[in-house]
């Protein structure tokens, strides 16, 4: 291999490395968006099935009166986790975004409702 060959050679790797390194950085983006998405959609829905919930209660006492209740909630445990976890649960344009270990007093109120 003469010296102009791995020279060649050289920036022939560099260049894959940089792309690499490009696709990297891409992905890693592309995850915090999918899971800034998920976690946005999982508050949603515990939102939305707390609503049923709340909806289905009085029913539910009415056809059950020997008092077989449906578990009680839980949404208010998966939005706390969710927090911890370091996501946003407050509305707004932050809900689902991570915190980056910032506190949120919006979201301690949401906690605390
Ligand atoms: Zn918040």
Redesign the pocket.
């Known amino acids: 291999m003469n010296r102009s060959e791995i020279f060649e050679k050289l920036a022939h790797l560099e260049s894959n490395i940089n792309q690499i390194n490009n696709d990297m950085v891409n992905l890693k983006h592309l995850t915090v968006e999918l899971i800034e998405e998920n976690v946005a959609l999982q508050v949603e829905n515990e939102n939305l099935k707390t609503l049923i919930d709340k909806e289905e209660a009085p029913k539910k006492v009415e056809n059950n009166k020997k008092g077989q209740l449906k578990k009680p909630l839980r949404s208010k445990d998966n939005l706390a986790m969710l927090y911890k976890e370091g996501f946003?649960?407050?509305n707004?344009e932050?809900f689902g975004k991570h915190?980056k270990g910032d506190d949120?007093l919006?979201?301690l109120e949401v906690l605390s409702e």
Do not use: K, N, S
């Open positions: 946003h649960i407050c707004g932050l915190r949120c919006f979201c």
